[in-house]
């Protein structure tokens, strides 16, 4: 099983037990650290609707290479507003040239058809940083519910936590079963 | 006078975002408001002079509309880091009692898809102890592309009017309107989805042998 960890943590608090439990299970970990690469924003220019690829060339570009051939992506993203931190929303918006594709049905809902061949699976953890409100942490699962579908992901899973050690130990067994409902 | 900050959330030139704020810009002023429009360019979102000015203009405003486009289920990183940074400054903005308004809006017509993206809205008010007055979720909103709104034929079919009623909910800094939130978040064009998506790939696949030739 190959993984991408996009990560928007500053501080490595947690990642090391999240590290070993990946490294147990995963064939191959590239643990991205957003808060220490240079990245750009999206320009909204349309670009990767002509083709499968960002114009922005970066540090973040051959991750999303990556991205379109992983088979798990976990999003770690301190929760800001029940959503992701700017910086990992930086990151999310130029995910536009995984989808792209003509506009399709899905689930009753209007989308692009995904130009992946096998869509991610994806994991989305949370940390309800200081100032986070309780009840932003159903606004996070709901995000990532929506990513799923319009990111067509065969399966995915949110944790919320207030410690990244924490969701090590639930995280082990999906990834185990090789399955995330 | 009554003051409003109209934030336009949109990094993409030409906007569907820019038009829709003129277009409730030019209302809003008709009805004798004062208007400031907050636009910072690319990198400039998050930048010290650019938060300050952001701060001074709302502490002397009543209302703030934020309005934004939705990429992948959220507003872009352009509107969630002016977030993150005037939200950061709470201290500065302390007395400060916003009525906040959100327009959200994409090329998908369902407004589902902008549904997280007023919870942010939302989440933000409770943090800052600001009034959430409610929001609206525009759809197919791509083809307005900048254009003027009068313009826009079909595709400006929901704003134009939902625009027009809006108005007085700022002024008067009530709710909005359920009635009024559902009326704009029809699809501008009434069709089955499946015929829908059958048309727009249509023509998205003449535009593109019109491209090849």
């Known amino acids: ?181 | 006078m009554m003051s409003v900050v109209l934030f336009v959330g949109s990094p993409r030139v030409p906007s569907s975002t820019r038009s829709i704020v003129a277009g409730l810009r030019s209302r809003l002023e008709e009805a004798g408001a004062s208007v400031t429009v907050l636009d910072p360019k690319r990198g400039e979102e998050a930048a010290p002079a650019f938060i300050d000015r952001s701060l001074k203009t709302l502490r002397a405003a009543d209302v703030l509309v934020v309005a934004s486009p939705v990429y992948l289920d959220l507003p872009p990183f352009k509107t969630l880091a002016w977030l993150q940074a005037v939200s950061a400054k709470w201290d500065e903005l302390a007395g400060c009692r916003l009525s906040v308004y959100g327009i959200s809006h994409s090329g998908y017509f369902e407004p589902i898809h902008k549904a997280v993206s007023l919870r942010a809205f939302e989440h933000l008010c409770r943090r800052m102890d600001w009034r959430w007055r409610g929001g609206i979720a525009f759809g197919g909103t791509s083809p307005i592309d900048g254009r003027p709104l009068e313009q826009t034929g079909l595709f400006g079919r929901r704003v134009r009017p939902a625009l027009d009623a809006l108005v007085p909910v700022l002024l008067s800094q009530h709710d909005i309107p359920r009635s009024l939130a559902k009326r704009a978040g029809r699809s501008p064009i009434p069709l089955p989805r499946r015929l829908l998506v059958w048309a727009m790939n249509r023509i998205s696949a003449d535009h593109e042998s019109k491209d090849a030739v």
Request: net charge negative; hydrophobic share 45%; with cysteine.
């Open chain 1, 1 to 181: 099983m190959s993984v991408v960890v996009l990560s928007a943590i500053d501080s490595s608090d947690g990642r090391d037990a999240l590290s070993r439990v990946l490294s147990s299970v995963a064939d191959t970990v590239h643990w991205v650290d957003l808060m220490r690469i240079e990245f750009g924003s999206c320009l909204a220019c349309g670009g990767c609707a002509e083709m499968p690829r960002c114009v922005l060339a970066d540090e973040y570009t051959p991750v999303i290479a990556d991205l379109a051939a992983c088979e798990r992506l976990i999003l770690v993203t301190p929760i800001f507003l029940g959503v992701h931190h700017p910086v990992m929303k930086r990151a999310v918006d130029r995910f536009m040239p995984l989808g792209g594709g003509p506009f399709t049905v899905r689930q009753g809902e209007m989308h692009h058809e995904s130009r992946m061949e096998h869509p991610f699976s994806l994991v989305g953890i949370g940390l309800l940083v200081d100032g986070a409100l309780p009840e932003e942490a159903d606004t996070f699962r709901m995000l990532i519910a929506r990513h799923a579908v319009n990111l067509d992901c065969p399966s995915h899973e949110a944790y919320v936590v207030e410690d990244l050690g924490d969701v090590a130990p639930r995280l082990s067994n999906p990834l185990k079963r090789g399955g995330l409902e």
